[in-house]
């Protein structure tokens, strides 16, 4: 083994290490790991950011943006709103949930579409009276199963389809096509779909909705109360102030001078300047913020006297740059007009002052908005839950205009008239000469760190190829699997691929993966194709924690789950995908290897 080779293991080792626990941030372990490469002279300038003209990469931006303008409009809401109007039973939801979101999420990124349906899916349980954690998962779940049935489902399958553009070992391997994915992916959306109808009322845990009940602390959120001077409660005990019998409100901690009082007892005296920090559930807060006179946030500033606000609830997304800053620091104010008023973490009981408060990916957010914060609304920072706010609607013409054209140009790229992102160009041109969306606001909507890690990850497995380490690893897989036949090699690099992408993520997973299972198709000349894809699906199957995939972690806060409840629901359902993709794929392709 030469130096080269050391040091391209030595850098794979630093981004595992990096993204599983969460040191830099993906995006800046990604610029680290590629410039030691650059710096060393194991990879040039040229090869390092060959992947920013990518055109996979570019077409996961033009889905991202159009994605953002079908959330906006009421295409979806509309079609979930007829669909589920008369559903009144649990197992009938899911049944209509997991299907039609599964279909949809083949055609759109589904980010955005989760981000769309949580709120609908939630406000529906919250009508039948049945838990957000008996929900959510199986919308994130039933999302990332269709996301696998396309080549632009999901991110993953560009991102792998972006390497096989790039990899030079098959000159006459290019491209996958937009349905290579589809007879493995509708398969395991049956499977799937009908185990997750079957297994989630049994496996998912009944956490009610904290929003009625705040006695299980499932989603408690901490809000800032600051005692004005003058104020009635100056020197009466919380006894004599009846701060103990506030309806779904707890006092867990008063703070005075920077020094803590917990826990609080009746008899504890109240001061002037003392910070009162209660526990509260969403529609307590926002009682609290319309009507109370005399308990107020602290973080309300300005917005108490503005005539029109909102209170919105959100979820910090695992790109955002909110990102270990404080309340304080975030600057929601000059930012998105907007104050956080409260904070919830997942089963943390949160304490101290809430401008101290560091933020975490997956944390719920209670915001006070300004008229201005739909404007400067950053999907990239947060994802929003709560739709407290007038939204205009978006008129039925554009919303057909937006679907058909986004069908078009599937179908088109389909059967090879145009290429997909020459159709999806065309299209997004289109939707801004018709104003149906602005091109003010694209810079707003584009995931500038998922570009970055994307991009960079396509340059790791240039220096895994040129260096040999992805030859030297395919040799591995040879000598340990082939004995035992084609399905045996298959499931060990589906479970490797899988187990890189539920503690690193699915993009960091497939750029290790991808260039050593490529050398191995090469190895055994067999055709590439169905290596490269069962790459995608292994890592896109990120079911066992929710650090793996975005819309798990979008839904991991809201529904009040662990990591115990992923695993159980999960770990059955990645095994089913495990033998519907190996086997199917060894079908597909008629794959022998002697």
Not at 82 to 87: C, I, K, Q
Not at 140 to 158: E, K, P
Not at 211 to 235: F, P, T
Not at 312 to 338: C, Q, Y
Request: no cysteine.
């Amino acid at each position: 083994m030469n130096s080269d080779q050391i040091i391209v293991i030595v850098v794979i080792i630093f981004i595992i290490v990096s993204l599983y626990k969460n040191l830099l941030g993906p995006g800046f372990t990604f610029i680290i790991a590629l410039s030691v490469l650059g710096f060393l002279g194991i990879l040039t300038p040229k090869e390092i950011l060959s992947g920013f003209a990518n055109e996979q990469l570019a077409v996961i931006i033009i889905l991202l943006l159009i994605g953002e303008v079908i959330r906006k409009s009421t295409l979806i809401d509309s079609f979930f709103d007829s669909f589920f109007r008369r559903t009144k039973t649990y197992k009938k939801f899911i049944f209509r949930l997991i299907f039609p979101v599964a279909g949809l999420s083949a055609i759109i990124n589904n980010t955005p579409l989760v981000a769309i349906l949580m709120p609908y899916v939630h406000n529906w349980g919250k009508n039948h009276g049945v838990a957000p954690s008996k929900l959510l998962i199986p919308l994130s779940y039933s999302a990332i199963l269709g996301g696998t049935a396309t080549l632009i489902g999901t991110s993953t399958n560009l991102v792998v389809n972006g390497m096989v553009s790039e990899q030079k070992i098959f000159p006459d391997f290019r491209s996958l096509d937009i349905f290579d994915f589809t007879p493995v992916g509708l398969s395991m959306i049956i499977i799937g779909g009908f185990y997750l109808v079957i297994a989630s009322n049994k496996l998912l845990p009944d956490k009610r909705d904290p929003i009625d009940n705040i006695s299980l602390s499932s989603r408690e959120y901490v809000v800032e109360v600051k005692v004005a001077n003058g104020s009635d409660y100056h020197q009466k005990t919380v006894e004599k102030a009846n701060l103990r019998n506030l309806k779904g409100l707890f006092l867990v901690e008063i703070i005075r001078k920077d020094k803590s009082i917990s826990p609080v007892s009746p008899q504890t005296v109240i001061l002037e300047k003392d910070l009162l920090i209660f526990a509260g559930n969403t529609e307590t807060i926002a009682d609290m913020v319309e009507n109370n006179k005399t308990l107020k946030p602290s973080q309300l500033g300005m917005f108490a006297k503005r005539a029109k606000t909102a209170v919105v609830e959100v979820v910090v997304s695992p790109n955002s740059g909110l990102i270990d800053k404080t309340v304080k620091e975030a600057g929601f104010r000059g930012k998105f007009d907007a104050a956080i008023i409260a904070v919830h973490r997942n089963g943390e009981r949160l304490r101290g002052k809430i401008g101290e408060i560091k933020l975490l990916a997956g944390d719920l957010l209670l915001l006070i908005t300004g008229k201005d914060f739909d404007e400067r609304v950053d999907s990239k920072d947060f994802y929003i839950l709560g739709k407290v706010r007038n939204i205009d609607k978006m008129p039925t013409l554009q919303s057909i205009l937006i679907a058909g054209g986004l069908i078009t140009s599937i179908v088109l790229s389909s059967i090879h008239i145009i290429p997909l992102f020459n159709s999806l160009i065309v299209f997004l041109i289109l939707l801004f000469l018709l104003g149906v969306a602005s091109p003010k606001d694209v810079p707003k909507t584009i995931n500038y760190n998922l570009i970055l890690i994307i991009a960079l990850s396509l340059a790791l497995g240039e220096a895994m190829t040129k260096t040999g380490i992805a030859s030297m690893a395919s040799d591995v897989f040879v000598d340990v699997f082939k004995p035992y036949g084609v399905f045996s090699l298959f499931i060990g690099i589906f479970l490797l691929t899988n187990l890189l992408a539920s503690v690193i993520t699915n993009i960091g997973a497939v750029a290790i993966v991808f260039p050593v299972v490529i050398n191995l198709a090469l190895q055994l000349g067999v055709d590439p194709r169905p290596f490269a894809m069962l790459v995608a699906f292994a890592g896109a199957a990120s079911f066992i924690t929710p650090i793996g995939y975005q819309t798990n972690l979008m839904v991991y806060g809201p529904g009040g789950y662990n990591f115990k409840d992923f695993m159980k629901i999960g770990l059955p359902m990645t095994i089913l995908f495990m033998l519907v993709s190996t086997i199917g794929l060894i079908l597909q392709f008629g794959l022998k290897i002697n």
